[in-house]
């Protein structure tokens, strides 16, 4: 099992930042692919970013330029900072991993994103 416990939420005003971080324990001998995905209401849940064991990146285009995915595997700790952020970025985000070897995710609880115009 893996443990994931995300922080770094709150209210900003649009062009801020935060940095949202999601440290996994448990069975953390090997994590490959983390991510963060992020929910609006009414909408569906989308991918924000991803990174790979060795730190490949891929970002969804409406974040490109504006967000970094980043992660610690010494801490088992992926992190989101979020630049220039504007309000359509208000959303649950949630932080996504897998274990080596496996494509079954592990979901963290959820952080609020809320971004005033």
């Known amino acids: 099992q893996v443990q994931l416990v995300e922080s770094g939420g709150g209210l900003v005003q649009a062009g801020g930042s935060l940095r949202l971080s999601c440290a996994a324990s448990?069975?953390?001998?090997?994590?490959?692919?983390m991510a963060w995905y992020r929910q609006a209401p009414g909408k569906e849940r989308e991918l924000v970013a991803a990174?790979?064991?060795?730190?490949?990146?891929n970002y969804a285009d409406s974040v490109k330029g504006r967000f970094t995915i980043s992660r610690d595997n010494a801490k088992n700790t992926v992190y989101l900072q979020m630049n220039s952020l504007k309000p359509e970025d208000t959303a649950v985000y949630y932080c996504?991993?897998?274990?080596?070897?496996?494509?079954?995710?592990?979901w963290g609880q959820g952080t609020q994103v809320t971004v005033s115009s």
């Open positions: 448990g069975s953390t001998i090997c994590i490959s692919a």
């Open positions: 996504n991993v897998r274990r080596c070897g496996s494509t079954y995710p592990y």
């Open positions: 990174i790979t064991s060795v730190r490949s990146t």
